[in-house]
């Protein structure tokens, strides 16, 4: 059976990173183990893959995937035919209850945007059957639960029920 896959959605700089910095916690207390992948949304060889470096070089000369190792921190790169989708990436991993993605707004999947800038008159998801709730500071139209911009607590809980996600001791 697929793990489940979430992903955390919002216009740029609206908070997403912020807001599962405090959302992952309240998930780990109720035995939630996550995997979290983030959407970049340009290819500029960032990190692992980094033009010249040595995994880049092993990944040329034909390596699929490639890991860097540092400490108790390992870092696979794949390279993909095509853009991966949320699912794709839940595949990858094994050993979680949930995977959830940062970004992918045109996903079809569920989905929780975090809206609270004031020049943007509704929610980059606005009218998509999958958003399943919206986080937010501001009056809603949007016929979904809504929480506040701190209310990491409730959305885990949300989550957890959404999902059917049995709950760690």
Known sequence: MQVPVLSVVG??????????????????????????????????SLGVDAVGKDTWRLSQAGAEPVGLVQGNSVT????????????????????????I????????????????H??????????????IALVTNRRSEQEVPVFALDDYRGVARFVVDYFALKQGD
């Open 11 to 44: 216009f740029a700089n609206s908070g997403k990173t912020t807001f599962l910095e405090g959302l992952l916690p309240e998930l780990g207390r109720l035995g939630i183990k996550v995997a979290v992948f983030k959407h970049h949304g340009h290819e500029d």
């Open 118 to 131: 004031a020049d943007q008159k509704e929610p980059a998801c606005a009218g998509d059957p999958f958003l």
């Open 76 to 99: 696979l790169h794949y390279r993909l035919n095509e853009t991966a989708t949320p699912q794709d990436l839940a595949a990858l991993v094994s050993g979680v209850d949930l995977v």
């Open 101 to 116: 993605t940062e970004g992918f707004k045109r996903a079809a999947n569920p989905k929780i945007e975090i809206w609270r």
